[in-house]
């Protein structure tokens, strides 16, 4: 079982910065694969960003590349996102999640097991 904590969520005018953290624990962490996803009011959850146990493979959606970047910190048991240029589109419910031998591909939630509740992203115009 792992359990995850998302945070760093908040109210941030268009074109700034925040960095968002997912803190694991209950299970070793460093055997997870991690991934990044997001849901705006009214809209489907969509896939954002995932990264391999080792760090290899980051995968990211064509809406946020190049504004985004997923990094990690096993030692830590914590993932970031770093979140750029932010956007009004970006506003949206910031989950991250675990999982073991995910394929990253857009459908990389299909293997993912562990679920943190999510932080709120505001970006205002």
């Known amino acids: 079982q792992v359990q995850l904590v998302e945070s760093g969520g908040g109210l941030v005018q268009a074109g700034g910065s925040l960095r968002l953290s997912c803190l694991a624990s209950?299970?070793?962490?460093?055997?997870?694969?991690v991934g990044w996803f997001r849901q705006a009011p009214g809209k489907e959850r969509e896939f954002v960003v995932g990264?391999?146990?080792?760090?290899?493979?980051?995968y990211y959606a064509d809406s946020v590349k190049g504004r985004f970047t997923i990094s990690r910190d096993n030692a830590k048991s914590t993932v970031y996102l770093q979140m750029n240029s932010l956007k009004p589109e970006d506003t949206a419910v910031y989950y991250c999640?675990?999982?073991?031998?995910?394929?990253?591909?857009?459908?990389?939630?299909?293997?993912?097991?562990?679920w943190g509740k999510g932080t709120l992203v505001t970006v205002s115009s």
């Open positions: 999640a675990a999982g073991r031998f995910t394929i990253m591909t857009p459908r990389i939630a299909d293997g993912m097991d562990y």
């Open positions: 990264i391999k146990w080792n760090g290899a493979s980051p």
């Open positions: 209950g299970r070793t962490f460093s055997s997870y694969d």
